[in-house]
């Protein structure tokens, strides 16, 4: 069960019947880098993020998944992979604690009370909370739920779509520094989002999508990382 | 495979019982059924003897229908289906867990149909209750298998709440019939034991070919 | 396979009336149902003729649900939208089919026992076969971009339910249906014309089938070439 480290998309197409969401996307995600999607609405940043994640299946062109150079897959790849969406991806009807045993469950990841306490310590959630069904969080507590069900699988490749929508200042920029951490770690980030700063000064790979297809790649290959302006500009350059 | 599908059907339960949202309504919808039937019926023995075995599987149909429904879109509500999906837990445990989930849900609103029908049509329903039993499981764990396939098909396609009564009801067909000449056959003035037990039969062949077949088909419906 | 179309049609004129030929001049104009003696062939006369028409349609409902149920399993394989368009091309064809068969069967059933309307196994059999039918283009109308994978799935399940379909209205016993295999029924001067008609309109069928398919393909194509415009600029 070791961790990923390149994933390649190679020439991945996608439609739904008659509708053309991505075209011939090549781009390669590499360990200890974090990858800004950009682009407008409806450019197919989450269809690229459904089809890296396994959940589409592409109607042309292929993902790798490689450790080393053996390559990973099916229930395997799934292992390493961490969401966070807008959507909580939890159980309303279930308490923190419960929800994040279940996840241990179906990951086969060890959950006893006090790994589980004390990442739902990392995320800041509040602990009166964590007996209490989901639904009645706020979205900011969801978040926290969301991120810590993300995390509690330590994936190798976390797919970060629209994280932070919803979250406060603080709150996004916390959030942002986990994800410096979980990068500088050796993980594969992959973050769609249209709020900039969050991601700035985290980011060495950007990827802007235009109607389906990449109009732009590139990295900063060592040379630090983009700064909100670097964003800016790179997004009005090409996003449209 | 199994436990994972255990684990799954288990976590539904667990959240049925919490909430009884399912089971209440759906309960409550299926007694109100009843109610209708008997003012839509005359009460004399033998025009009930012949109703009352279809009446059973209409309720059975639309109570079913609706659960499915309304359980499936609880994973669509926090995306939990996506979440399901994916985990390294194999596909066919997901959908194993929900169909397992579904029949058990089902047959319970079935528990509660069934008396009040016999009850309020003063119906022989329970003249052979083994074979009854029988019959309202097979036609239950059809309705799960083949209704959760298209249930988590349609969970992100638009109008799907719509569109799976208009699936699932001719594909289902067979089963209703099968049933409901199952029950018929008990409940006749002759009842007749041989044609019971080869309505029964049918049920159990068709579960068996659907069973089979959503295995084999329910992953490549269910990711886009 | 654009130029088969005019062949087939060729061929479905020479059938076309080659049937009604046979159909009306050779095979014998008595048909009753003598098990019951509730029904002899004179209270038919040239009514009955619209059985020939009648059951080709219903043979061709069968084979739309295979060929649909096929091209469905390779389309969910392969996802190829080319198997699609045969599956959605057949169906949508045999959907027009069916309402024939529902017709000339009220039709018949009028002529023959007085009633719009009978649950005889035919007649059942071809009514679920067609509400499938109805079903998966409800789907394909109103599922939106991911209608081609749920009809598939539909149609897969059709056809395996049509076994137990078969199964089950045989099991009816009904006075008036007289024995259940339809052609067994059939005496030995009607079976030329009966086979004739199942091939003729097996023919027209599949001229008609060919010819929707070739609509659908030729509207992707505009598509992606619509789509490669605007890719290259070229249009807005």
Redesign the interface.
Known sequence: MAALDRVQIAKVGKRYGTERALASVSLELRAGSMCALLGHNGAGKTTLLGVVSTLVRPSAGAVTYLTGDTKVTGADVRREIGLLAHASLCYGELSATENLELVAGLYGVPANAQAIAALLDQVGLDPRARGREARTYSRGMLQRLALARALLTKPSLLLLDEPFTGLDRGGALALGEQLGALKAAGAIVVVVTHDLEAIAGRTDHVAILRRGQLVLEERTEGRGAYSYDDLKDLYHRHAS | MLRHAFRIAWKDLRIEVRSKEIFATMAFFGALLAVIYTFAFPRDDAAVRGAVAGMLWVAIAFTGTIALGRAFDRERENDTMRALLLSPVPRLSVFLGKAMAMAVLILAVAVICTPLLALWLNAPLFAYPGELALAIVLGVVGIAVVGSVFAATLLKVRSRDVLLPVILYPLLVPLFVAGTKATASLVALHPNLDAAHYWIGFLGIYDAAFLVLSLWVFESLVIE | MKKLVPYLCLLGAIGLVGSIYLVFFQAPLQFGYSENGRLNGSSLFYNQKIFYFHVAHAFVLFTTVGVAGVSSIVF??K?D?RWDDVASAAVDVAVAFGAVVLVTGSIWAKAAWDVWWQWEPRLTMSL?LW??LV?YV??RR?????????A???A???M??VP??Y??VG?DSHPASGKEGVVATLGPGMRGAFWACVGTFHIWFAALVITRIQGTRAE?EV?ELR?RG??LGVLQ
């Not at chain 3, 109103?142 to 749920?150: E, H």
């Open positions: 969910l394989a996802r939208p679920l509400l499938i079903g409800m789907v109103f599922a939106g971009p991911s209608a081609d994978r749920v598939a799935g539909m897969i399940f059709g395996v339910g137990f379909i199964s089950m099991q992707r598509r789509e605007l890719d």
